[in-house]
């Protein structure tokens, strides 16, 4: 049966929250940034009227301003951010309940069992864009295809507050001229190497073969092949099925230069993991830390944790022990995250260890599992840790 994807993308998100919440702005240039003190004050995003003014992201709040001495900037504001596109995320489902997030302004929506009670792709597309305008305030554009990459390709052809639908009948004439790196999968170093074989655009891609793009770009090559032909069939993965791995980032107002100044962070990043762990009931087998330099460099490192573990306590200390291994703080810090992979269910066996005491950190889950509890029944702020009460990152 023929698929309807859909592919909703916030239009300059991070700018467009800063007008929700103070409306003064809304027909300045605006760019949302790093404060000029604390983060070397580089601009993370920004909006369109900005964009005419050539405004880049990542470029100096100085660099910007000499191109647009009238740009209004911001301060970023992550907690609002995830307040809206989970709002946004709520209308989506009542159009289907296979909803994919990517990032926190994308999402994919499979709507092929939703036509009947509210029509084509397209007009589902019109209703999500009609409504999140209405009832958000922000407007989307939305994509509509066949598959995952050709719907996202889509919401990214006309923006803002735009529906643009590929259908197996257009597609060779809407895709396939375009550039090869309008497609997902197609970074910088793909874009070289495609340009080195001579292939520019999509259609290039789709014209040049599997065996050929396999051979000089491995397996990579093979899928941007079957990507390029319309031939993708990965499913939209609703967010409520089980995840691979649980992450949290943050990039931070100041930056980080100690590993006491990097725990309470950690901490608290580690937290709303391990209450993301509890609800699906997964275990956490190894952590992964990630960090981004001042320079902007980023870096991961892994370990495995003692036994599989659900505490937040007890991965935020793998994460410091990784930190401290392998980096150091030698450098200071913009951004740091950590990941809990290779989850298990906590049913499957483990082989445990004589030479670590495993009786303390059975006793830390224990009073974890309370606190997560009683912050289910009276709210995330219910019960806080003294380490992260001042956070403000
Ligand atoms: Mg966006």
Not at 3 to 23: E, G, K, W
Not at 95 to 101: N, R
Request: net charge neutral; glycine share 6%.
């Amino acid at each position: 049966m023929e698929r309807t994807i859909l592919h909703c993308d916030l239009n300059n998100f991070f700018a467009s929250v800063a007008v929700l919440d103070n409306p003064t702005i809304k027909n300045c240039p605006i760019a949302v940034c790093g404060s000029k003190e604390e983060r070397h004050g580089i601009v993370l995003a920004k909006n369109e009227l900005a964009k005419k003014f050539g405004v880049k992201t990542a470029e100096a709040i100085w660099e910007a301003k000499r191109k647009c001495p009238d740009l209004i900037t911001v301060p970023p504001t992550y907690k609002r951010y995830r307040e809206v596109s989970n709002a946004v995320k709520e209308i989506y489902l009542r159009y289907s309940d296979k909803v994919e997030p990517f990032g926190i302004d994308e999402c994919w929506l499979d709507v092929t069992g939703s036509n009947l009670l509210f029509g084509s792709g397209e007009d589902i597309a019109e209703r999500l864009r009609h409504d999140v305008k209405k009832e958000i305030g922000v407007t989307i554009s939305v994509g509509v295809s066949f598959n995952k990459v050709f719907a996202k390709l889509g919401s990214d052809l006309r923006k803002p507050d735009a529906v643009t639908v590929i259908s197996r009948e257009n597609f060779k004439e809407t895709v396939w001229p375009l550039p090869a790196d309008a497609m997902l999968g197609v970074g910088k170093a793909t874009l070289a190497n495609l340009s080195s074989l001579g292939i520019f655009t999509i259609g290039d891609i789709a014209a040049a073969g599997s065996e050929v793009l396999e051979k000089r770009l491995g397996k990579m090559g093979k899928e941007l092949y079957i990507y390029a032909s319309g031939n993708d069939n990965s499913p939209v993965i609703a967010e409520s099925s089980t995840p691979k791995s649980v992450g949290r980032t943050t990039t931070c107002k100041h930056d980080i230069h100690t590993a006491d100044e990097a725990w309470p962070i950690i901490l608290a990043l580690s937290e709303e993991i391990s209450e993301t762990l509890r609800c699906h009931g997964l275990y956490c087998n190894t952590v992964q830390a990630h960090i981004r330099t001042f320079d902007l460099n980023v870096k991961e490192f892994q370990a495995p944790t003692l036994m599989p573990t659900q505490s937040s306590v007890a991965m935020a200390k793998k994460c410091m022990e990784i930190l401290k291994d392998n980096f150091g703080f030698t450098t200071p810090l913009r951004s740091v995250g950590l990941r809990a992979i290779n989850l298990t269910d906590g049913i499957t066996p483990y082989q445990t260890d004589i030479f670590n005491d495993f009786s303390k950190s059975e006793e830390e889950c224990k009073i974890e599992d309370k606190i997560f509890e009683i912050r289910k029944k009276y709210g995330s702020d219910s019960v806080i840790r003294g380490t992260t009460i001042n956070n403000d990152f």
